[in-house]
RNA sequence: GUGCCCGUAGCUCAACUGGAUAGAGCAACGGCCUUCUAAGCCGUAGGUUACAGGUUCGAGUCCUGUCGGGCGCGCCA
């Protein structure tokens, strides 16, 4: 329908351009609004302001000029000039009744575009460290990554969603030290376990898991440890007890404490996902990156191209020439690489799978990151407009009137598990998915909890089971439905029959401009219009008691806003339950 | 100190990316169930879009400054 007016009004200013009206050079994007007001018509479109400029002449005079301009059409029965001139132009009632019939064609694919007529894309999104399980904040990642997967889906595009696991660095070492205590003191050891060593629960559970399998068998006594705690500090002290574990148990014997940390967590996060309703295609290792010796490579090839010089034994990635603040280490004095040299093998390594976006769904804190990746992926001759990183913040939680804080290695979180034990995984998918991704959000958990029942999915989802309970109702007094077609649909044309209308027509257009802004939140915002809109609707009309040929045409239009209620559900990961 | 993000109704958030009279949900007040599910509907009230300038036909949206909040600025990940 856009496109139809699109090119109709585009032949009206070839022919001003034809005229000398405008200058025939002008480059003229024309566009087209849903109009906020009935009054308005239709659609409208403010080209004439925009060409007042290089026309020299004032828009309502030039809105004039558009308009005798324009080819006559069967679409369009009036148009008026408003306000500082706006077009607006008026649909034939014909054109906005027959979505009903399209919807109903298209079925579960309405408003979807064609799978492949899109880009090649990837969402990589949470890639949370394997340290623990997901909290609460994770959850919005989760929730917006998925949400925003299926959205760019929807509009057509071919989806791998990936996670990034950093099973490599310093972190899993004091996660696998972490266990080894546990289990040290699982097997009578006196000794405590570091402040700044993993504290939750899980790894008391792991050790106690590996002393009944492996009795004493990588005992030391706690004399040891606590000579190689020494006066250290913290930090040092937790890498000399690490150093310990390593040489005392060799590397495979560390394996033990530290792969049964990784697989037990990675299942776990992977189990508690999946019951969220996200599935990933890949499950990307960090450590691959070093053993496929694709870290070296990108190294050394860096090196080659000079953007990798020496200074104080380490090596530094000269990154402010590609925009940085500041140079960067890739390799530590010590001969250890750091995070980001293998960050930097890891997005090559996207790029060159052949993806024609990568996206990266990020915690804001991570946004001073960006220009060092980007800045890599200039260095090694790849296109970094490929890249985007979408930042999302971290929601700040309440309890109580109270911030929950929330660190990993205290063990002091609300896990998104306890989240979705309380709410239900639909719930919190919706709550963290009516929410902007760069908006800086405050949770409370008491109202989350106590008025779960206010949450706006219900309110969608009711919508949903109302219809799905009329035609229920409409087999029980034997009235058969056959959807109504054509004509048979004109007597839609009430004031709430028109709104609802207009909304389903709405529909493959909001997901085209969801997935273009990467914005999910939009489908949301959309379904709980469309919600409101049946409700006034169902309030106001008696359906199975009206007329047999009305009531086929209303229960057609029933019909086709279930279908766009649960497509739109399905966008965001959210079911559309039959009964409530 | 410096860089990025944010500031909209009492609270939580929208606003089709520069458009017409800034909208919803909670909370408050008043109505609607012997009638397809009241997890609903209808109505009332609530605003100097943090503040001050600027850009233009037109600004919550863009530019500058100020104030307030969050987050970065490691040979951590």
Known sequence: MKDQLHSLFSQAIEQLKADQVIPSDHQITLMFERTRQREHGDFATNVAMTLAKPARRNPRELAELVVAALPADDLITKVE?????????????SARYAVVSNVLAAGDQYGLAPAGSGQKVMVEFVSANPTGPLHVGHGRGAAYGDALARVLSAAGHAVEREYYVNDAGRQMDILGVSVWIRYLQANGIDTTLPENAYQGDYV?????????????????????????????????????VIALAKSRLGEAGFGVFFELALNTILDDIRQDLGEFGVHYDTWFSERSLYTDGKVDAVVKKLQASGDIYEKGGALWFKTTAYGDEKDRVVVRENGQPTYFASDIAYHADKLERGFDLAINVWGSDHHGYIPRVVAALQA????????????????????????????TRKGEFVTLRDLRDEIGSDAA???????????????????????SNENPMYYVQYAHARICRIFDNAAERDIQFKAAEGEQLAVLDGEHEIALLTLLARFP?????????????????????????????YNASKILDAEPEARQAMLTLCAATRQVLRNGLSVLGVGAPESM
């Open 204 to 240: 008391v559970e792991m050790g106690n898991q590996l002393a009944a399998e492996h009795g004493d068998a990588y005992v030391v006594s706690a004399e040891d440890i606590t000579q190689a705690r020494g006066e250290l500090e913290l930090e040092a002290a937790l890498d000399a």
């Open 429 to 451: 998918r919706f709550f963290y998915a009516q929410r902007k991704s760069e908006q800086h959000m405050d949770f409370d958990l008491d109202l989350a909890k106590s008025h």
């Open 509 to 537: 257009e909001l997901i085209q401009s969801a997935a273009a802004n990467y914005e999910p939140h939009q489908v949301s915002y959309y379904l709980r219009d469309v919600a409101t809109a049946f409700h006034a609707y």
């Open 380 to 407: 090694l001759g790849l296109d970094s407009e490929k890249l985007k990183v979408l930042l999302v913040q971290f929601a700040v939680l309440w309890r109580n009137g109270e911030k929950v804080p929330m660190s």
């Open 81 to 93: 000039i408003a306000g500082p001139g706006f077009i607006n132009v008026f649909l034939d009632t």
